[in-house]
């Protein structure tokens, strides 16, 4: 979503997540089961590749907005 908190982060479309907080990135289903454990407010630290370069940022979690 434009503004939220991936945006503000700077991950891009494309990008492939490796570490969240020292959890492994495996597959989309590792993510969702680490997200869970993060507290909206709460920073994690990310480790990225983009077009082949490797990549460090933080991110704020927020809460999931709910769906209308």
Known sequence: YEYGPAYKAG????D???????IVIKD???ILRATEKFMPGSMVKLIGQ?????FTTELV???????N
Do not use: E, F, S
């Not at 991950?11 to 494309?14: E, L, R, S, V, W």
């Open 61 to 67: 979690v927020q809460q999931r907005p709910i769906p």
């Open 50 to 54: 983009r077009k082949g370069q490797v």
């Open 16 to 22: 492939i997540l490796l570490v969240a907080n020292d």
């Open 28 to 30: 989309v289903h590792t």
């Open 11 to 14: 991950i891009k479309a494309g």
